[in-house]
């Protein structure tokens, strides 16, 4: 249990893959190696948005 669900009396955080299916999981997974990938893209293009330096 966290110290702020100490101290504010709430229920312990759930483990992520608590009540949720194996494709839910799955989808997540994804959707996270996804997101990985483009940061990966970006820091490799130097880390520059789309925008012009002025």
């Known amino acids: 249990m966290s ?14 893959s608590t009540g949720r299916t194996a494709k839910e999981r799955a989808r997540r997974e994804r959707e996270i190696r996804r997101i990985d990938a483009g940061t990966a893209n970006w820091l490799r293009r130097g880390g520059r948005g789309p925008r012009t330096e002025r």
Request: proline content about 14%; hydrophobic content about 30%.
């Open 3 to 16: 110290l702020w669900s100490k101290l504010t009396g709430g229920q312990p955080a759930s483990t992520p």
